[in-house]
Structure formats: structure tokens, C-alpha cells
């Protein structure tokens, strides 16, 4: 009997929000920023819409991101927009709930754990389940995580780098810090105002970091003009900065990155470890896309680095695939005494 009830895998994460609708695939993808009235605490705007008002807005109206470090930060505002985004994929006049999996780092608390949950039911899911970020990373960058060997995946969004060996399903060791994308737009923003006495905003901050970033020597370095504002003059000012002086800006994050990696690697079983010099560490989440983090993960670690295909995309889909499982993530759930 064909199954009514739609099937939501949702990617919350700190920087996008991704929704996967069983039997169409991934249907929005959309920034984690919601603009509110303070008015009267109600919605402006949500996602890319929100995003293009951050820094330029009228008092009345704030643009914020409701989710810091993979978490919760402003429950009322993540409800709201859960709700909103549920309602714009499942419609606004919908008959019955939806089933939602929702994406949550491996080492947040229970109480943090219990609010995504919450979050996602008040917003109108009938049922909602976590599963762990790097379990469903690695099952949408297609590694064989249910065989009887050890893959190693390092998913690496906006707020969190969760690091996981997994095999036969199940997780058997991860670490996870509260160091991402974000964490490197501050990082530049605080290289920008130091050496220059500039001030530039998010947006400008991450671009910077898209079009320039790098975590190892480029063939040929790049140059990028810059707008901010001016600390000691108080005017607009252009200057020009490097691919290397970000790269060198960008050092501290990423080695704490690099860092973790080794931690997890020197606590991994010696059958898995083999298994994972065989078949390499996978890469997902937005930084992954980081120029030639591959390479110096690689030359940390000396270990075959691969970057997942769709690595924006691999925890949504991972979701979407867990969906298949409904009944097995059921029981887990209500075995941890969530239910």
C-alpha cells in the first residue's frame, strides 16, 4: 500500500539547511538564516532571502542564525523556521504529519539532542528522530559502512567537524570539535581588521574564503579586492589581500582540524586501521572544499584523502537513505530512552 505520510531527512546545520522528500530527493537547500520582526516576533524572511538582509537591516528587523556549533541557540526562531520549511515542502494544508530524520553532530549532549527533536515536533512533524552527522555523511558519499571494515569519514560543516570510524553500521569511535566554516570566516575577519584596520562583514568574510581560502600551496597564488569599512578614517576603503596571507590567517583552525584526525587515528583498532590505510578518509561538508586540504591532510597523515562528490549534499542524502531504516532507527531511539 502506497505510503501517505511524507518522509523528511533534514540536514540542520549551522550554515544550510537541506530537506530530502522521500521519492524526489533533495527538494530545498537553503541558508540557516531567519529574519525576524522584534516587533511582533514574527517571520520576515527565511534562507537566502534572510541571508542578503544580514547587516542591513532596519532596527525592527534582525536577520540571525538560529543554529551555533551544530546546535540549537534560539529554539522559538529554529521552530519557526523548521516550521516554515516544512510547511513550503509538505504544504501548508497538509492532512497528516510528516516522519522526519534530522542530521545532529555525534558528541552533542541529550539535552541538546532533545531539543532538535522537540524543535522539529512543534514544528509539525508527527514523529522525529536524530541520527549522528558522520553515520549519515558517510552513507551519502557511498562508502560500505555495513560491511565488516573500517571507513573513516570527516564531516566538516559551518559550526562542527565530526571525525567517525565506522563499520558493520555502527560508529565505533568519534570525536567531534566545534571548529568549522564559521570558525575560519572569524578567523579572517580578525586577520582583516588586524592587519588592515578594516572592517568587513560575514558574507564578505566567506567570500574571501571561497575564492581565495587554501589550506596548502597553491600552483598559482590569487588576489582578491576587498571592501570595508575603514577603522581609522570611519570611510568606505578597497584593499587588496593574498591567497597567502589567508592561508597563513586560516593555519589555526585548520591544524586543530588536522589535530583531531591524528587523535583519532592513533585510538582506532589496528584492523580497522589497516582497513582505512587501504581505502583512504573520505571528506565531506562544506569545507571540505577548502583548496588543498585534501593534499595537507594527506601529507599530515600520509594516508589516500578523497573529497566526496556532492560533499555540500552527502549528509542530507544520507537522510534521505536512512529513511529506508525508519523502522531500525525507531528502536534505537526508543531504546536511549528518548521516546
Known amino acids: 500500500m502506497f505510503n501517505l505520510v511524507p518522509e523528511l531527512g533534514i540536514d540542520l546545520g549551522t550554515a544550510n539547511i537541506l530537506v530530502y522528500l522521500k521519492g524526489k530527493g533533495i527538494v530545498l537547500r537553503e541558508p540557516s538564516v531567519v529574519a525576524m520582526n522584534l516587533t511582533n516576533q514574527t517571520l520576515v524572511a527565511v534562507g537566502e532571502e534572510a541571508r542578503m538582509m544580514i547587516g542591513r537591516t532596519p532596527e525592527n528587523i534582525a536577520a540571525i542564525r538560529p543554529m551555533c556549533d551544530g546546535v540549537i541557540a534560539d529554539y522559538s526562531t529554529t521552530q519557526k523556521m523548521l516550521e516554515y520549511l516544512i510547511a513550503k515542502v509538505c504544504g501548508k494544508k497538509r492532512i497528516l504529519k510528516p516522519t522526519v530524520i534530522v542530521a545532529v553532530p555525534s558528541q552533542i549532549t541529550p539535552v541538546e539532542k532533545r531539543a532538535v527533536v522537540q524543535a522539529a515536533r512543534s514544528a509539525g512533524a508527527k514523529q522525529a528522530y536524530p541520527i549522528e552527522e558522520p ?47 564559521n570558525k575560519m570566516d572569524e578567523v579572517i575577519q580578525r586577520h582583516i581588521k588586524t592587519k588592515y584596520s578594516l572592517m568587513i562583514g560575514d558574507r564578505t568574510a566567506e ?3 571561497v575564492k581565495i581560502g ?126
Do not use: Y
Not at 141 to 160: E, R, Y
Open 135 to 181: 553515520w549519515a555523511a558517510a552513507i551519502g558519499a557511498g562508502l560500505p559502512i555495513s560491511s565488516a571494515g573500517g571507513n573513516m569519514v570527516v564531516d566538516m560543516g559551518g559550526g562542527t567537524t565530526d571525525i567517525a570510524v565506522i563499520s558493520l553500521n555502527g560508529i565505533v569511535l568519534s570525536r567531534s570539535i566545534r571548529i568549522g566554516g
Open 214 to 339: 587554501s589550506a596548502f600551496p597553491l600552483e598559482q597564488e590569487l588576489a582578491l579586492e576587498v571592501r570595508g569599512r575603514d577603522l581609522i578614517a570611519g570611510l568606505p576603503k578597497t584593499i587588496e589581500v593574498t591567497s597567502t596571507e589567508i592561508r597563513e590567517a586560516l593555519t589555526e583552525p585548520i591544524m586543530a582540524i588536522v589535530e583531531r584526525v591524528k587523535s583519532v587515528l592513533e585510538h582506532t583498532p589496528p584492523e580497522l586501521s589497516s582497513d582505512i590505510i587501504e581505502r583512504g578518509i573520505m571528506l565531506t561538508g562544506g569545507v571540505a572544499l577548502l583548496r588543498g586540504l585534501d593534499r595537507l591532510l594527506s601529507s599530515q597523515t600520509g594516508i589516500p584523502i578523497h573529497v566526496a562528490e556532492d560533499p555540500l549534499s552527502c549528509v542530507a542524502l544520507g537522510c534521505g537513505r536512512a529513511l529506508e531504516k525508519i523502522d531500525e532507527i525507531r528502536d534505537k531511539f526508543i531504546e536511549t530512552g528518548f521516546e
Open 207 to 209: 567570500e574571501i574564503k
